[in-house]
């Protein structure tokens, strides 16, 4: 329990280093820029075959599993959408997101911690802590949101390719579906999620890896733990959010 | 000049460095030698304000360090250059990009003047048509070259070195060692190399402070070094098989 509190109070001292006024704006534009490609781009194929993988899945099972009269048949493709915007996409998505970007983010920070590069920065005078971590959350604030939208939109297609492929439902239902009783707050509500979410899958691995000690071996435990932690935030926070935002 | 006094560091319950006052000229290389475990790396560490000093203080030229605030520490760290054990160097960036960060991040110069200034400090460390090439795609004695031209980009007043020639064949750590005397006299600057390898210590040490158990033992040059009956220090010193016999044990 000791210990447990320690780390929080570590963290939070760690986020108070980091949001401390940079040193040089330039260097970090350029840095923000350079992690939006890594942890975006790099992402996006992972997100699209799963997101797709997932929305025809979803479709199916839904089509398989409603078997009253009285349920009509667009509410596939209204249970696809709903599923996906509400807790798929958000969730699901930043749940592998903390995965990869999170084990990537503390291996990273992690080796050149026991390589001296941190203390060659703080040598140098630089805020080591806001220069690594600062672009990383602003880069994931900014692309993770787009991440998640794009994993919607392939959501919602791989719905469509089941209802234009196979016998499961009509491509005119899944249609109607996918428009029946949309509401934008739906929407606004998933990237409110999606940004608690991004910030907590690049601040708890950078935690992780800035306090590494040792050598490789402690590198691959931060990794992992890295990973089981944000997914403990991201499922928490998740909790609270939905709470808070549909009552 | 620099001068630490009675400087004593401690993790948990112990002593790294006890009561520990040296005094390192400038133009000179002061050497810092001592087994593994003796500190040496620690008192560096303390020096630069890497780790913070449970007793003592540390001047820079006048200027008491280890009471100053992170802005006015900041300012005295960009008239640091440091050569790390490891080198040290962002793998992600260039061996350009490595050695443009400090300017970029202190100076308000031009690109231009930022290149020339990278180009100089290349050649002066005599290396040539490395400038996209990666730390990864260097060999160690490069990347150490790589490191000293990083650590003197900002023109440095003081320049560490730890280990600079661990893992180097003999002949390139002499080339390193040569170079790191060559800058200092150059510049002017105040070096501190922390060493425990003895072709340095006969090359190099013109001011040679031994740590053994978190204590200053001896201190002293490399001429003083060979004639000393220091029993610590000689069992350093003359640990390996050739050297008993060059003293004749």
Redesign the interface.
Known sequence: MVTALHSIGEYFLLLSRVFKKPDNWKLYRRQILVEMTTLGLGSMGLIAIISFFMGAVVTIQTASNIDSPLIPDYAIGFATRQSFILELAPTVMCLILAGKIGSNIASEIGTMRITEQIDALEIMGVNSASYLILPKIIAALLIVPVIIIYSMFLGVMGGWFVSAYSDFTTMDKYLLGIRWNFTMFSIVYALIKTLFFAFIITSVPAFFGYFTRGGSIEIGRSSTKSVVYSSICILIVNYILTQLLLI | MLEVKNISKSFYDKNVLDNVSAIFKRGQINLVIGASGSGKSVLV?CI???LEVDAGTVEFDGRNFTTMNFME???V??E?G?L???S????SLSVEENIL??L???TKQSREEMLDRVNFCLQRVNLENVNHLFPAELSGGMQKRVGIARAIALNPKYL?CDEPNSGLDPRTGILIDNLIMEITKEYQMTTIVVTHDMNSVMETGENIVFLHKGKKWWEGNNHEILKTDNKELCDFVYASKIMQKFKGF
């Open positions: 560490k630069v304000g890497l520490r900041k300012l760290r960009s640091i440091m790390f054990q490891g040290a160097l962002f793998n960060f400090p970029e991040m202190y560490f």
